[in-house]
């Protein structure tokens, strides 16, 4: 009889353990975005603070003669806008820019706040591409066009076209949001993160550098790959701590100072990665990145209604999911809290372990 009992107890403990550690594990689910801020919190420099970088007093007037498409001067002046998202564009990609106009960036009018949506492209190399570029600018009016070759080491040369252009031309928006024409933006979930972290829409912003941040990353030395950084262009052992380049957030206060760092800063060749660079400007001014678990960065993440409903951005986002996709969301009513914690749970577990197995695209 001792001995049976003894095994019952053992069975009952057992479960209890068992029990207990799917408890942890669906708790863990709940608050996942928590557990994530907390670690990539332990991996940041935290070193923020001028290197070496004599800030301008002012920064050189941006005329319009810079740029070769514009939308109309009083697209920030009609309705002030509170958030002006300008997505980096290839001049190729019409479909994606149409994907974007009629899924999230047809949406004007979010939460009570005015925002929009323009695509900041350069110049093709082919003379016909140039020609559509021209014809969709007159029929959309939403391209900003800089004098630069469209190319990927040209990058880093259309961010800074693109921050010039939020500064001289929307002074008013509070926020600037960059992103990628594979992304797929949730302006809803976006304002509603500003506004549940602090930032008040009746207050002046302060400085937010926001995203999905990249911590003691490593320069590529390999000439061969296309991501190399000799060390005369950066010599340090790790980039600054940076936001993905694939769609982060800057307040207004943000914009003007990084823009007077990216004045200041010499452009060694061949450029650091456009990312990098921001992160570079960030750190000269004493801005430090805030992380989200709300961003996607590298992998793409599995769809899920309820887990894009959380998403501030999704990345590798093709035209045709992004239609459908955005088509699904908005199908039905919103998801519940708890649908929407234990799907963005799952979401970011699966996303995990196809990373760890080496399947994440």
């Given at each position: 009889?001792?001995?049976?009992?003894?095994?019952?107890?053992?069975?009952?403990?057992?479960?209890?353990?068992?029990?207990?550690?799917?408890?942890?594990?669906?708790?863990?689910?709940?608050?996942?975005?928590?557990?994530?801020?907390?670690?990539?919190?332990?991996?940041?420099?935290?070193?923020?603070?001028?290197?070496?970088?004599?800030?301008?007093?002012?920064?050189?007037?941006?005329?319009?003669?810079?740029?070769?498409?514009?939308?109309?001067?009083?697209?920030?002046?009609?309705?002030?806008?509170?958030?002006?998202?300008?997505?980096?564009?290839?001049?190729?990609?019409?479909?994606?820019?149409?994907?974007?106009?009629?899924?999230?960036?047809?949406?004007?009018?979010?939460?009570?706040?005015?925002?929009?949506?323009?695509?900041?492209?350069?110049?093709?190399?082919?003379?016909?591409?140039?020609?559509?570029?021209?014809?969709?600018?007159?029929?959309?009016?939403?391209?900003?066009?800089?004098r630069f070759l469209d190319s990927y080491?040209?990058?880093?040369?259309?961010?800074?076209?693109?921050?010039?252009?939020?500064?001289?031309?929307?002074?008013?928006?509070?926020?600037?949001?960059?992103?990628?024409d594979d992304v797929m933006i949730n302006?809803?979930?976006?304002?509603?993160?500003?506004?549940?972290?602090?930032?008040?829409?009746?207050?002046?912003?302060?400085?937010?550098?926001?995203?999905?941040?990249?911590?003691?990353?490593?320069?590529?030395?390999?000439?061969?790959?296309?991501?190399?950084?000799?060390?005369?262009?950066?010599?340090?052992?790790?980039?600054?701590?940076?936001?993905?380049?694939?769609?982060?957030?800057?307040?207004?206060?943000?914009?003007?100072?990084?823009?007077?760092?990216?004045?200041?800063?010499?452009?060694?060749?061949?450029?650091?990665?456009?990312?990098?660079?921001?992160?570079?400007?960030?750190?000269?001014?004493?801005?430090?990145?805030?992380?989200?678990?709300?961003?996607?960065?590298?992998?793409?993440?599995?769809?899920?209604?309820?887990?894009?409903?959380?998403?501030?951005?999704?990345?590798?986002?093709?035209?045709?999911?992004?239609?459908?996709?955005?088509?699904?969301?908005?199908?039905?009513?919103?998801?519940?809290?708890?649908?929407?914690?234990?799907?963005?749970?799952?979401?970011?577990?699966?996303?995990?372990?196809?990373?760890?197995?080496g399947f994440a695209s």
């Open positions: 009889v001792p001995l049976k009992l003894i095994r019952r107890r053992g069975h009952l403990g057992l479960l209890s353990a068992l029990c207990l550690l799917v408890f942890a594990c669906l708790l863990a689910g709940l608050f996942i975005d928590y557990i994530e801020s907390w670690i990539t919190s332990l991996g940041m420099s935290g070193v923020v603070g001028a290197h070496g970088v004599v800030l301008p007093q002012s920064i050189p007037p941006t005329r319009p003669e810079e740029y070769l498409l514009m939308p109309s001067p009083l697209v920030c002046q009609r309705a002030k806008p509170y958030l002006i998202t300008l997505v980096t564009s290839a001049p190729a990609n019409q479909k994606a820019r149409q994907a974007i106009r009629d899924t999230w960036g047809g949406e004007v009018q979010v939460r009570g706040h005015r925002v929009i949506t323009l695509f900041m492209v350069g110049q093709p190399s082919d003379p016909v591409l140039a020609s559509e570029l021209v014809e969709e600018s007159k029929e959309r009016g939403d391209l900003v066009q800089g080491a040209n990058l880093t040369l259309k961010t800074l076209s693109m921050l010039a252009w939020a500064r001289r031309f929307c002074p008013q928006a509070r926020f600037l949001a960059k992103v990628d302006p809803s979930a976006l304002l509603h993160y500003l506004t549940l972290y602090g930032v008040a829409p009746e207050s002046e912003p302060t400085d937010l550098y926001l995203g999905r941040v990249h911590v003691r990353v490593a320069p590529e030395r390999n000439p061969a790959s296309k991501h190399f950084l000799s060390e005369v262009a950066f010599r340090g052992a790790t980039f600054p701590d940076y936001c993905s380049g694939t769609a982060y957030v800057l307040s207004r206060p943000a914009v003007l100072k990084l823009s007077l760092a990216a004045a200041a800063m010499p452009l060694p060749k061949p450029l650091p990665p456009e990312d990098v660079f921001v992160g570079m400007c960030a750190q000269a001014v004493g801005i430090g990145p805030t992380h989200s678990p709300f961003f996607s960065g590298g992998p793409s993440l599995p769809y899920s209604r309820c887990c894009y409903q959380a998403m501030v951005s999704v990345h590798h986002t093709q035209p045709e999911e992004m239609l459908r996709y955005w088509a699904d969301m908005h199908s039905t009513a919103p998801c519940s809290w708890l649908r929407v914690r234990t799907s963005f749970g799952f979401c970011k577990v699966r996303t995990f372990l196809r990373v760890l197995l």
